[in-house]
């Protein structure tokens, strides 16, 4: 596979970045030294993982030598923790030439999140107050527990919340449009192109609570909310709940957007021609195996499947 069309995984980047940590602020044994050798020859994509976030540690190389010096010997005397380091190499990147357009897309911010996943990962985690929480595909939280409130951050992607009810501290979820809160609820949240999607289960869920704009989502309802605050109702072709069960669900859903959908669960590159972007998906489909569900388009509508790499697929007219 020539190399341009390789593409490490998040994971991998991940792997890279906490490789970059260990090294730059730690002292390496000779055998954590040969640890790294071991996982460089592991897996052909950490190679081009290690040299996507090399130039991080260039960065930390311009800077000058005795901020450096004394950043990492405070680091090294407060044993601080490897979030903490992670955020430290970011803001010492911020402050060579390094800015954030550029450690974007290593995924910088999922990893400084508490909780986060890659591509095509899923994760279910219980709450210190017994509430259920699972990130979707790509997406990143953090959890910020008081002695008053209980809080998440959206950072990216989506997640769904089943909050324990028998904790009364309201439970308050920040994203990007705005802030939600509950007591007893249980919602997905997603970020898309127009702004934020909340689909409600149960209980009372408080959309921009103490605004002018404040309003109740209903249990049972899904909503789409724009960024200049609009709101309005909707029944979207694709459960909202599904991917909760491991499943991708849709009913007649256009080819175009299901391949969409699809793509947000598997890395590298898939397309879908122009000329079969209309014709219409329904079915429920196991998210574990995308390159099944491909097999079953082709096998159910007049589709070629047609794989350049591993990474790059299109789907064209049969």
């Not at 934020?196 to 959309?207: D, Q």
Request: hydrophobic content about 40%; glycine content about 6%.
């Amino acid at each position: 596979m020539p190399m341009h069309e390789q593409k490490p995984a998040q994971a991998q980047v991940d792997q890279a970045i906490d490789w970059l940590v260990k090294l730059r602020f730690g002292s390496p044994s000779p055998h954590a030294q040969e640890q790294f050798r071991q996982w460089l020859a592991s897996h052909p994509h950490n190679p081009l993982a290690w040299q996507r976030v090399s130039h991080l540690d260039e960065e930390w190389a311009r800077l000058p030598k005795d901020l450096s010096r004394r950043t990492l010997q405070g680091s090294q005397r407060q044993r601080i923790s490897r979030r903490d380091q992670l955020k430290l190499l970011a803001l010492l990147a911020v402050g060579g030439s390094l800015g954030w357009a550029a450690r974007e897309p290593l995924g910088l911010p999922q990893l400084l999140a508490d909780t986060s996943t890659a591509t095509g990962e899923r994760r279910q985690l219980q709450s210190s107050d017994g509430s259920r929480i699972q990130l979707n595909t790509a997406s990143a939280i953090d959890l910020r527990f008081s002695a008053g409130l209980r809080q998440i951050e959206l950072i990216r992607g989506e997640v769904s919340l089943a909050s324990n009810p028998d904790d009364t501290r309201p439970f308050r979820i920040d994203t990007r449009i705005g802030p939600l809160l509950t007591l007893d609820g249980q919602l997905v949240l997603r970020e898309n192109d127009q702004g934020l999607l909340v689909a409600v289960r149960r209980g009372e869920v408080t959309l921009f609570p103490g605004s002018p704009a404040q309003l109740q989502v209903p249990p049972g309802e899904t909503w789409q909310v724009w960024a200049n605050g609009r709101h309005q109702a909707v029944q979207p072709q694709n459960d909202p709940w599904g991917w909760t069960d491991g499943v991708l669900s849709v009913q007649q859903m256009a080819l175009g957007e299901f391949v969409s959908e699809l793509a947000r669960y598997r890395p590298g590159l898939l397309r879908c021609a122009p000329q079969v972007a209309q014709l219409k998906v329904s079915g429920t489909y196991q998210l574990a195996d995308t390159e099944q569900i491909l097999r079953l388009l082709a096998s159910s509508l007049p589709i070629r499947v047609h794989h350049r790499t591993r990474y790059w697929v299109s789907i064209d007219a049969a």
